[in-house]
């Protein structure tokens, strides 16, 4: 079997290192972030919280059915559909703060 050559243009060595050096840029802003974060009084186990909202599917249904060979199936699943919901949690290192469920109507 035989390959073909592949060569690799200078666009795409050049798109290649121009990543590397967004990577290594991005890598000392977030050392330095670090660095200013450790000179502060801040303390991820004494005073933060943390806060996620996330939204999830509360119309899940089942629409599988398995028949046995050569049989058609046929199943009727329910079409209702209600509203977005998004949980919303508060946590720190000590445990829970809160959740709470939040029922969003509209678009």
Request: aromatic residues 8%; positive net charge.
């Amino acid at each position: 079997m035989k390959f073909r050559q592949r060569e690799i243009s200078f666009q795409t060595k050049h798109s290649s290192n121009l990543w590397e050096k967004i990577a290594k840029k991005k890598n000392q802003q977030r050392y330095n972030s670090a660095q200013k974060w450790e000179q502060t009084d801040l303390d991820f186990t004494t005073n933060c919280v943390f806060l996620n909202e996330s939204a999830f599917p509360i119309n899940l249904k089942r629409d599988i059915a398995r028949s046995k060979k050569d049989n058609p199936t046929i199943i009727t699943v329910p079409t209702a559909k209600a509203n977005k919901t998004s949980k919303l949690g508060a946590i720190s290192a000590t445990g829970l703060i809160n959740v709470s469920l939040r029922e969003n109507s509209g678009v």
